[in-house]
């Protein structure tokens, strides 16, 4: 045994200990049935999900919670058999401007903003693949779906001014490809 890859392993272990990220990935591969279910719900951020295969099936999934407040996730599923998709991801802000004159005045209340995405259905075999970013200044989910069955997607942003709404409700045979994001410069 090398011990200084040994060494070199446990202060790479401590420095991301310290950095303040979570962090939770799972590879399974089963004959049978899994069901895999994570949230997150921190400051005016909210991630849910909950997915299962039957059959012969592989589940992928890898959530990384930042301390600079962003939350990315990745999900790969795949099944012979039935697929289960329940995700959704939210964001809110309310901020306020700061006083320009009187450091006693109170700050104005800001325009609150909302982006919610959400995925949902049941399909009989396929692949379900998803990519979610909840940044403080945008939130994204880009989806890929192929196979048969039901999904049903429903996204909203509203910021005081401006309303986004965006639905697809799919059924039968499918190949789908989705990018959906909510503010930021694209």
């Given at each position: 045994?090398?011990?200084?890859?040994?060494?070199?392993?446990?202060?790479?272990?401590?420095?991301?200990?310290?950095?303040?990220?979570?962090?939770?990935?799972?590879?399974?591969?089963?004959?049978?049935?899994?069901?895999?279910?994570?949230?997150?719900?921190?400051?005016?951020?909210?991630?849910?999900?909950s997915?299962?295969?039957?059959?012969?099936?592989?589940?992928?999934?890898?959530?990384?919670?930042?301390?600079?407040?962003?939350?990315?996730?990745?999900?790969?599923?795949?099944?012979?058999?039935p697929?289960?998709?329940?995700?959704?991801?939210?964001?809110?802000?309310?901020?306020?401007?700061?006083s320009?004159?009187?450091?006693?005045?109170?700050?104005?209340?800001?325009?609150?903003?909302?982006?919610?995405?959400?995925?949902?259905?049941?399909?009989?075999?396929g692949?379900?693949?998803?990519?979610?970013?909840?940044?403080?200044?945008?939130?994204?989910?880009?989806?890929?779906?192929?196979?048969?069955?039901?999904?049903?997607?429903?996204?909203?942003?509203?910021?005081?001014?401006?309303?986004?709404?965006?639905?697809?409700?799919?059924?039968?045979?499918?190949?789908?490809?989705?990018?959906?994001v909510?503010?930021?410069?694209?």
């Open positions: 045994m090398n011990w200084d890859y040994v060494i070199v392993g446990c202060a790479c272990i401590l420095i991301a200990g310290l950095v303040g990220a979570d962090s939770v990935s799972s590879t399974i591969m089963c004959d049978g049935a899994t069901w895999v279910s994570s949230s997150v719900i921190g400051q005016g951020q909210t991630y849910a999900a997915l299962f295969t039957t059959d012969m099936g592989i589940l992928m999934r890898n959530l990384n919670v930042g301390s600079d407040g962003k939350v990315k996730t990745s999900t790969n599923a795949r099944s012979t058999g697929i289960g998709v329940d995700e959704y991801s939210a964001q809110g802000t309310n901020q306020t401007e700061p320009e004159t009187c450091i006693f005045t109170l700050p104005e209340n800001g325009t609150p903003t909302r982006d919610e995405i959400n995925y949902m259905g049941l399909m009989q075999t692949q379900y693949v998803s990519t979610r970013t909840l940044d403080p200044s945008q939130t994204g989910a880009v989806t890929m779906i192929n196979g048969t069955g039901m999904i049903l997607v429903h996204a909203k942003s509203s910021d005081g001014t401006n309303e986004t709404t965006h639905t697809s409700d799919v059924a039968g045979t499918m190949n789908m490809t989705e990018k959906i909510f503010g930021g410069d694209e």
